[in-house]
């Protein structure tokens, strides 16, 4: 189950992501026009809208998830795992923090240290982003127009190895070599705040 949602919503980002590039908008999304108004307002104060209300919601928690990048990204590097685990949801946090307090847990190697993991098919999250000479922190949020929940995803990459159009193609994606150079997080929106279901994507299929 979390496979599939998690595969599920890299493929809704990465669309989303193009959709971007197409549309020439920042990461909150396309803004659309509108050429009706209300002959009683006054023409310099734009009437508000519920298109207006879903950007601006849209802008607020790019901007907040962002921030949750840049946390997550220092608290990598510091080895703070008190930051990591605020982002968990509490039904995995217990058992997680044990796990990270163990240097010979699978968790812990994914995340800290490559030396340990099985047959060296990836790097660990720390030393992706240690090793970057430009490192990039994407952000993507999209809102499911059946129920309005906000998606979110981060992606940690070198940004002069990895390009956008590498990103954008499912091939590099799902390949041996995105998994040694790009990290991801999937989150969701939840009373107000980012939270996810497992620490930067452990166990999934990251953004294949």
């Given amino acids: 189950m979390l496979r599939t949602f998690n595969r599920a919503l890299s493929r809704r980002c990465i669309a989303y992501v193009g959709l971007l590039v197409l549309c020439g908008a920042s990461m909150s999304g396309c803004k659309e026009k509108s050429s009706v108004t209300n002959p009683t307002r006054d023409a310099s104060k734009p ?3 519920p298109q207006s209300k879903v950007t601006n919601d849209t802008d607020s928690a790019t901007q907040d998830l962002r921030a949750v ?3 997550v990204a220092a608290a990598i590097q510091a080895k703070d795992v008190s930051t ?4 968990e949801s509490r039904d995995h946090r217990t058992e997680d923090e044990a796990s ?4 010979k847990s699978s968790l812990y190697c994914y995340i800290f240290d490559s030396a340990c ?3 060296s098919k990836t790097r660990s999250v720390s030393e992706i982003l240690s090793t970057a ?3 990039e922190i994407d952000v993507s949020v999209m809102r499911s127009p059946s129920n309005g929940q906000m998606f979110g995803l981060l992606l940690f990459y070198d940004k002069s190895r990895v390009t956008e159009a590498q990103l954008l193609s499912e091939d590099y994606r799902c390949s041996p070599q995105a998994f040694k150079e790009v990290a991801s997080w999937h989150f969701v929106m939840s009373n107000g705040k980012w939270s996810a279901t497992t620490i930067l994507d452990y166990k999934t299929e990251g953004i294949c």
């Fill in 133 to 135: 000479r430009q490192l």
């Fill in 100 to 103: 990270l307090k163990d240097a």
């Fill in 84 to 87: 990591l685990l605020l982002y």
């Fill in 69 to 71: 990048g840049t946390r």
């Fill in 117 to 119: 993991i099985p047959d």
């Fill in 47 to 49: 009437t508000p809208s």
